[in-house]
């Protein structure tokens, strides 16, 4: 299947569901935990991924379809489109500040990455592409960003990174111009992608990283295990992005 019939279906959706997690600032949500008292679900969460799942099910009925909240279909078992979702990216975000939160969806044909999708669902911008169409916020081509060195950018980092002082982080940053945490894999990747952040490093779930990783890649950007193993749509690992010549330093340090 051609990317851009896939397109045309995902890109409504996308915009559909921001419109629907807008009306929901003026409801009570159902807020739920799951691991943690800091991993949060809400009923919006599971409503818009259910709404996902609905119309690339009409549209893509043989397609299978790995979910946060719920469907989670084995990614070596596609022989067809296969597509990875996070519904609401940065739900304490979404609970606390109703800000600064993210919905992504990547696409994989045959088990090949195809198309990216990350939308900052209160700015309205949609990061969208793939290897064979570039990336674009909106209707705007992005640049590769400049490949800086750790010295002379930002990096965004999880604080439990930051935190765990067998981690090596603390000296990362130390080398770095500085930390920013946003609390959202989706908005990191996009500072990333913008050049606003020269990496970002945080342990992620596939879903965390799937459509990140296909754009950041098409950017020319290094996304790999913090080991500096590859990751795939079955990893959950410390995943760092980052300009090639800080991901050849931040390994350097990690290593030492």
């Known amino acids: 299947m051609k990317w851009e019939e896939i397109d045309e279906i995902i890109k409504p959706l996308m915009f559909d569901a921001r419109k629907k997690v ?59 489109l296969f597509f990875v979702i996070d519904p609401i990216d940065g739900t304490m975000n979404f609970v606390k500040q109703k800000a600064h939160f993210a919905s992504m969806i990547a696409v994989f044909d045959h088990q090949k990455p195809v198309l990216g999708y990350i939308m900052d669902m209160t700015a309205g911008e949609l990061y969208w592409g793939g290897p064979s169409v570039g990336v674009y916020r909106n209707f705007e081509k992005l640049q590769a960003p400049s490949n800086l060195s750790l010295a002379d950018g930002l990096i965004g980092m999880g604080l439990p990174m930051l935190l765990n002082p067998n981690s090596g982080m603390a000296d990362v940053a130390r080398q770095s111009s500085g930390v920013r945490m946003y609390g959202s894999a989706g908005i990191e990747f996009i500072h990333v992608l913008n050049g606003e952040t020269l990496g970002y490093v945080s342990k992620l779930h596939a879903w965390d990283y799937a459509a990140g990783k296909i754009l950041a890649e098409t950017l020319d950007l290094t996304v790999e295990a913090i080991d500096g193993t590859d990751i795939n749509v079955l990893s959950s690992k410390v995943v760092l992005v980052a300009t090639k010549n800080a991901q050849k330093q931040i390994n350097e340090i990690i290593n030492a």
């Open 22 to 80: 807008l009306q929901s600032f003026s409801q009570q949500l159902d807020v739920q935990t799951k691991s943690n008292k800091n991993d949060l679900v809400t009923n919006m969460d599971k409503a818009i991924e259910k709404f996902y799942i609905d119309n690339l099910h009409a549209k893509f009925p043989k397609a299978k379809i790995l979910g946060e909240e719920s469907q989670k279909d084995k990614f070596e078992d596609s022989t067809d």
